[in-house]
């Protein structure tokens, strides 16, 4: 084309990052409800699965014999689900609040694909943020609701490798949940069509 | 082809189907603009002015006829190709400035240099320069919220130009501007136009804007009315 030849547009992982950090920094309410969102649901099961390793320490150290009872497992499969709809949601009204800047990156070289990218690197991050605080949230919950009853010294003789566990199993989860939460939103944002979203008044 | 013309559409049409009546909102633009020409697109709203854009700066696809920049018919381009068109040959400037919000002047400048591949620093190093070309070295770590709307345009002029474009389309670029401010605008983007020799087409009802370039095109129902030397 007038001698130079056509390449490709380029976008990096580490441009999305970067550009997904500003965003998050500089729409925080956005962020903080997603993370706050996928937090409660990441609470919810390090607060139970807590409950269980304090009632197992508890019941091995000659305490009275405790557990968890299976209706809690159903009310954390109802907040998981309900925080992936919380984050949808905030992602669809994310997405919209764009319109404008989508068509405008297309305008100046984004395929669709850098647009995917940008929304799922935000919600990984929102999904780690959101997996730490939920874990931190849940050991709270799990010492308030049972250290009365089992003593609060329980948490010291949880073994470590349990509590990494659920410290990594909790930030993979919430990840996971994030962006799963974020993938409808995120290709209606990359297939929207430029000449559209730039004549788009919100 | 003769190499001096940079943009030929060739019975350019683009049709819409709204509620089972045809809208055409291009009917058969023929056109050559030349390499360095600048022109002025002028016309009622719903002429056709935005949807030829449109069609140049290839976000939309014509229902029929051709559209060649630089010898290459766009039609036939894939996904990829097209956004390297719009990425480094055009460069597009809004009525409504339409910067990153979240991005400071310099990384709005940036930004279509990251698309083309350029590392950071000397994208960043080359928005600054155009920054203060624009007469805006003093305030690049601004964010868009904190400019006033002249600079927030110049902003947008500086970004067009990051990638060194052969074109420029401007689509009402003075349309939110006060008198004073669209008069510096223009004067801004006609400089640009002199000195690097780009290829500036604008949409405008400015009178200002249309008096300095070198040809005027009148738009009408989806057609060229006339064509006037400027």
Not at chain 2, 35 to 52: A, D, H, N, Q
């Amino acid at each position: 084309m007038g001698g130079d030849r056509i390449e490709g547009v380029s976008f990096s992982l580490w441009d999305a990052v970067r550009l997904g950090v500003d965003y998050i920094k500089r729409r925080r309410d956005r962020a903080i409800i997603n993370v706050a969102s996928v937090a409660l649901g990441i609470a919810f099961l390090t607060t139970l699965l807590f409950t269980d390793s304090f009632y197992r320490v508890h019941t091995a150290t000659g305490g009275a014999s405790l557990r968890v009872e299976a209706y809690q497992y159903w009310l954390m499969i109802v907040a998981i689900v309900v925080s992936v709809v919380g984050i949808t949601n905030a992602m669809l009204i994310a997405v919209y609040e764009r319109y404008k800047e989508i068509g405008t990156m297309k305008c100046l070289g984004a395929l669709d694909r850098h647009v995917l990218m940008l929304f799922l690197v935000e919600a990984f991050i929102q999904g780690v943020a959101g997996g730490l605080l939920g874990f931190l949230m849940g050991i709270g919950g799990a010492l308030l609701s049972t250290g009365f009853t089992v003593g609060f010294g329980v948490i010291f003789k949880v073994p470590a490798l349990e509590t990494l566990t659920v410290l990594v199993g909790s930030m993979i989860l919430s990840t996971v949940l994030s962006v799963v939460a974020t993938i409808y939103p995120a290709l209606r944002a990359a297939r929207l069509d430029p000449v559209e979203a730039l004549s788009y008044e919100l | 082809m003769s190499f001096d013309i940079i943009i030929q559409l060739e019975d350019l049409a683009r049709h819409y189907e709204m509620g089972g009546v045809t809208i055409k909102a291009l009917d058969g633009v023929d056109i050559e603009i030349n390499r360095g020409e600048y022109l002025s697109i002028v016309g009622p709203s719903g002429s056709g002015k935005t949807t030829l854009f449109n069609m140049i700066g290839g976000l939309d696809r014509p229902t029929r006829g051709r559209v060649y920049i630089d010898g290459v018919d766009i039609s036939q381009l894939d996904a990829y190709e097209l956004a390297w068109l719009r990425c480094r040959k055009i460069g597009y400037i809004f009525q409504t400035f339409n910067l990153i919000q979240v991005l400071t002047a310099v990384e709005n400048v940036a930004l279509p240099t990251v698309f083309a591949g350029v590392p950071r620093d000397e994208g960043l190093e080359r928005a600054e320069k155009l920054l203060t070309s624009v007469g805006l070295g003093e305030r690049i770590h601004h964010r868009p919220t904190e400019l006033s709307a002249g600079q927030q345009q110049r902003v947008a002029i500086a970004r067009a130009m990051a990638n060194d474009p052969a074109i420029i389309l401007a689509d009402e670029p003075t349309g939110n501007l006060d008198l004073n401010t669209g008069m510096e605008i223009i004067d801004l983007l006609h400089g640009l136009n002199k000195t690097r020799g780009m290829t500036l087409i604008a949409a405008t009802h400015d009178t200002k804007m249309i008096k300095a370039s070198d040809r005027i095109v009148w738009m009408r129902d989806g057609k060229i009315e006339r064509i006037e030397r400027g």
